[in-house]
């Protein structure tokens, strides 16, 4: 019998929402680059795509190590994995934008970013790639790495701004569960 080509997809994740403070975890990192890695990497992208995000943390799905997929082109399909990213470089010139979070839906507020960064990491072979990046990629990115940090874009608006959030995503939360 021919080979059967394996159709199915990877099981999505279940994406954690603000105030749920496994979001304040600081991931660990990667201490090998492996076939456990790229299955999660897999199923990262999976629920990334379903979300119509452009970037999903591993902390996001409440695994605590420092893993990010990113695909900001509009086609769906120019896949980026950063394996133990670090910041080499940002530009001293930032810039503000508006900003939204798989785990803080239907809100989006401004957030001062770095218009360029360089970041050293590992893709999913293992390999260590260096990323020069700007426009929304170099958002994206500094916004993924914030989360593996515990860090959620929210924490950069005032008090007031982030108790509303706060209440309206709880609000929300308990109406959806009724
Ligand atoms: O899908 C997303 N869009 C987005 C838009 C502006 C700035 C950052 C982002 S990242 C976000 C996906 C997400 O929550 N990643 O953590
Ligand atoms: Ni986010």
Known sequence: ??????TTAPALL????????????VAQAVAAVDERIRALVER????????????????????????IVIDVSEERQQ???????EVEWASPETRKGDEGCLSVPGIYDGVERSVAIRVRALDEQGNS?????DGLLAV???HEMDHLM??????????????????????AERDARR
């Open 1 to 6: 019998m021919p080979a059967m080509s394996d």
């Open 14 to 25: 279940t994406i954690l929402r603000y105030p749920d403070p496994r979001l304040h975890t």
């Open 44 to 67: 990262m992208f999976a629920t990334m795509y379903d979300a119509n995000g452009i970037g999903l943390a591993a902390t996001q799905v409440d695994v605590h190590e420092r893993l």
């Open 79 to 85: 896949r980026l994995v950063l394996i133990n990213p």
């Open 129 to 133: 790639r260096v990323i020069e990046a």
């Open 140 to 142: 994206c990115i500094q």
């Open 150 to 171: 515990g860090k959620v874009f929210v924490e950069y608006l005032s008090p007031l701004k982030r108790n509303r959030i706060k209440s309206k995503l709880v609000k």
